[in-house]
Nanobody, 126 residues
Framework: QVQLVESGGGLVQAGASLRLSCAAS????????MGWFRQAPGKEREFVSG????????VFRNSVKGRFSISRDNAENTLYLQINSLKPEDTAVYYC???????????????????WGQGTQVTVSS
């Protein structure tokens, strides 16, 4: 099985930047898409951004476009999320996820991912 381990979260002030990392290890599998989700207290887990592992095609949640960027290092099996101009409403636990299922539609729902990391907390103070 593949394990995902996130890192890079922390407590920052509004306007700061963070770079989250997600390292994949374990048995080799054919990952189709990797993505970042976040979950704030009392709210559902929501899609933030994703990247197709083969061709690098990316998708972003509308509210983070222009501030977040996603990238991958295929050789290191690592996914990154660069977060700029952080806002208090970005406060959440950020999760890395992967799906091995090839679909005709982009997997925006959390239930469409079968491998998850443990999450990393991002807290933005105003």
């Amino acid at each position: 099985q593949v394990q995902l381990v996130e890192s890079g979260g922390g407590l920052v002030q509004a306007g700061a930047s963070l770079r989250l990392s997600c390292a994949a290890s374990g048995r080799s599998v054919s990952i189709y898409i990797m993505g970042w989700f976040r979950q704030a207290p009392g709210k559902e887990r929501e899609f933030v951004s994703g990247i197709k592992w083969t061709d690098g095609n990316t998708v972003f949640r509308n509210s983070v476009k222009g501030r977040f960027s996603i990238s991958r290092d295929n050789a290191e099996n690592t996914l990154y999320l660069q977060i700029n101009s952080l806002k208090p409403e970005d406060t959440a636990v950020y999760y890395c996820a992967a799906t091995t299922t090839v679909r005709d539609i982009w997997p925006f729902r959390a239930g469409m991912y079968d491998i998850w990391g443990q999450g990393t907390q991002v807290t933005v103070s105003s």
